[in-house]
């Protein structure tokens, strides 16, 4: 029996902040599925930064976003029809074609997951998903954490800077310390995720919040925000520090180039290594996250948190406002139950 | 006998490029060498970019210059007279007391140098000194270079840019670049050192002038020079290309924080890795180095050029013009024959 999917198509790319215009809900009719398909009706879509550089138009590491197509993007969802045994009715599945209600994939682009657990299926969005394999691959594998580290991470209250923030206790850094964008967030990183000590970067400078904060130096830092943020880092970096360079987001709805870090000789004195990554760069590390995080996250040594909004009419939305810093912890979307 | 040296004191901390007046040429009268010291006849002395940093007056990876006080550097010397019979009157011997006629030393701060070679001195503060260990480790341990690499080196008429240029040849590199301040520079580049390709800097962007020279893009950088250069090589660079940040001689007279790279995003989607070092961190490096490197100067695979300005009085005018880029390979002062 054919199925009614709605999807969500990118019809303009966005100049500056996103836009709801950009984005258009479109239906579309699905056929059964044929050999080696399945049908999923999705329960729980992300919205992660990095699809805001898709929707450019450019060619980095990855394809943009095709106009009139489409979006893609990490999702869970259930196997409502089949076309291969191994794939029941009802199986749990990740896949990466969210933005949508439905979608008929070939199973091999399936991932079962398990969600016999306490936490929903969309922690294989988040803490046990892409965001938390990037903190896990950037903190341990780019940015090498020691024991005794002072560690920073910037964005701390997103779906990476909170895992990253915990995983680096987890590992036995010195002192923790993130950054994050209103107070509200700073107490939740230091009150429920155990951060040494976090600041409100729209509250003042970040160099002299960061030097407050970590008054013995950085040896390790996660960046997610770029810009004036790894300026602070590169100010405040002890010799031989790492840094992860994860993300830019402060730069990311910048219409002109943002502006940059004026200290970078500091690199040398300092004998500083700054290293950038995809974690999609690193497949092979997935086994190792899942084997020393899931049991972390399942007794709750890892907090996981969530901001959810309801609706897929509500995706663009909820991604413009994942954009602003509107999210705590992993931003999710409920498409249905 | 006591010995009359004259030394060059910094009187004044430089205020953007040095000035001669801030060094005074001052006589000193030194004794006789007590047990395990020895008197040192200056014969040639070594003028570095790095030598600007320590005359600023700010701790970084080393102590700054005192004010009033003999300036430190690389020399080569024969010995006039010795309590170390280890030492012979006779012996030519590498130390750091340079900027001066004469010095007296700790027997252990000097170290023997084979002189019988077809090579005078002064190549112990070039090819087979510092600058020349500073190229291998830069190229070999901290950009990695593999062979094939397309190696792009910034300053590469200096000291350390010819040897980085001349070793990647030798170790593999699929195509070497190189930029520099003059037309006389590029074509020493590319005839005489045998760089791929070669472009003045000061004739037009560098972005456009690199990606020109290296069309399928550089795998290695390894930065002299800092700012509108580092800023190209970011664009040009080939996905996991690795930078060695070695120096940023466009900023060490710059009395404002410089211009800076406004693409740092790209070390991320590039998935970059940028290493600051400094080459007095590697000691254990330097055996490999004479093992590897001293037979490739002496059989002429690698060549050796030197800029000689005669006369202790002139060192600060050679350190002043150095920083101008007024020599072409080493820049050295020749104090005595």
Request: with cysteine; proline share 7%.
């Amino acid at each position: 029996m054919p199925t009614t999917a709605r999807e969500f198509h990118l019809v303009a790319r966005p100049q500056g902040e996103p836009v709801e215009t950009d984005f258009a809900l479109v239906e579309r009719t699905l056929p059964d599925p044929g050999p080696g398909e399945v049908l999923i009706r999705n329960l729980v879509l992300s919205v992660d930064p990095y699809m805001r550089g898709k929707m450019a138009g450019v060619r980095t590491y990855t394809d943009p976003y095709e106009l009139n197509a489409p979006m893609e993007g990490g999702a869970v969802g259930v196997v409502e029809a089949s076309g291969d045994p191994d794939l029941p009715v009802g199986t749990t599945v990740l896949h990466s074609a969210g933005w949508r209600s439905h979608a008929l994939l070939p199973a091999a682009r399936t991932r079962p997951v398990d969600t016999s657990g306490p936490l929903g299926p969309s922690v294989y969005l988040g803490a046990l998903g892409m965001p938390g394999l990037t903190a896990y691959v950037g903190l341990l594998h780019k940015a090498g954490l020691r024991e005794g580290d002072t560690v920073f991470v910037s964005g701390a209250a997103g779906a990476v800077g909170g895992m990253v923030g915990q995983l680096a206790r987890l590992y036995g850094a010195g002192r923790v310390v993130g950054s994050a964008g209103s107070p509200e967030k700073v107490a939740y990183l230091v009150d429920e995720l155990g951060f040494d000590a976090a600041f409100d970067y729209r509250s003042g400078p970040v160099r002299r919040q960061l030097a407050e904060a970590a008054p013995d130096g950085i040896d390790v830092y996660f960046d997610n925000v770029g810009g004036e943020h790894l300026e602070a880092a590169i100010w405040c970096a002890n010799d031989f520090a790492r840094f992860a360079l994860c993300g830019s987001i402060s730069g990311y709805n910048a219409t002109s180039a943002p502006p940059a870090p004026r200290n970078l000789f500091q690199i040398v004195t300092k004998r500083l290594t700054l290293r950038g990554f995809i974690v999609s760069d690193d497949p092979h590390l997935a086994r190792d996250f899942h084997r020393d995080v899931a049991p972390a996250v399942a007794d709750g040594r890892i907090k996981v948190r969530e901001t959810v909004v309801d609706g897929l009419e509500n995706t663009p939305e909820a991604f413009i406002s994942m954009l602003r810093g509107g999210n705590t912890g992993k931003m999710v979307v409920r498409v249905s139950d």
